[in-house]
């Protein structure tokens, strides 16, 4: 049994120094489970349309869209609001005309482009960056890349068209970010 003097001899650690502060939580990154996309809209450059599934060819380039419309959509890549890039592919112009994409370079910073998907959802993006790449030095890391949040990038041709080759000589890149 303790004492009256045991009692008085025991101390009490106050502390004085304010507890350690934990740092907040890092930001996850907004994202939404797989599904197929079935329609994408930019307002801001008169885009809507359909999308179709595109793959790689052969020689392990990106599938095109067989005409102006509809556009089409990597299915090698996260699908448009799934954690990573996404990949929505459409012309500039066809024999026939004006193609899907035809105003992709007009698009802006803050510009927004939805996607719909086969779910029911739709997926918000807002535009971060459109820049005009020479083909024959397309940022392919840059574009297909790991990223740490769900991203989307719209590709178009672009530039001068190359009368003897048939081809315009640069694409056209828009870079999108889910909006939470």
């Known amino acids: 049994m303790p004492t009256d003097s ?3 001899s025991a101390s009490v650690h106050v502390r004085t120094t304010p507890p350690p502060v934990a740092a907040p939580a890092p930001v996850l990154p907004t994202a939404m489970a797989a599904s197929v ?11 809507d349309s359909e999308l179709i599934e595109l793959g790689l060819e052969d020689d392990g ?10 556009a089409g959509w990597f299915s090698g890549a996260p699908t448009p609001g799934e954690l990573g890039p996404a990949v929505i592919v459409g012309h500039i112009d066809w024999v026939t005309g004006p193609g899907v994409f035809f ?7 803050g510009d927004e482009i939805s996607v719909s998907r086969a779910d029911g959802s739709v997926a918000v993006f807002r535009t971060t960056e ?6 024959d030095a ?6 297909y890349g790991d990223i740490d949040h769900a991203g989307l990038r719209l590709i178009s041709c672009g530039g001068e068209f190359n009368r003897s080759t048939g081809h ?4 056209v890149v ?3 970010e889910l909006v939470p």
């Open 6 to 8: 045991d009692s008085a």
């Open 138 to 143: 397309f940022p392919t890391a840059l574009v």
């Open 61 to 70: 380039t990106l599938e095109v869209p067989p005409g102006a419309f509809p």
């Open 168 to 171: 315009y000589e640069d694409n």
């Open 37 to 47: 996309p079935v329609r994408v809209e930019a307002p801001a450059i008169a885009v």
């Open 103 to 109: 105003r992709l370079a007009e698009l802006a910073v």
């Open 130 to 135: 459109v820049t005009r790449y020479p083909k």
């Open 174 to 176: 828009a870079f999108a």
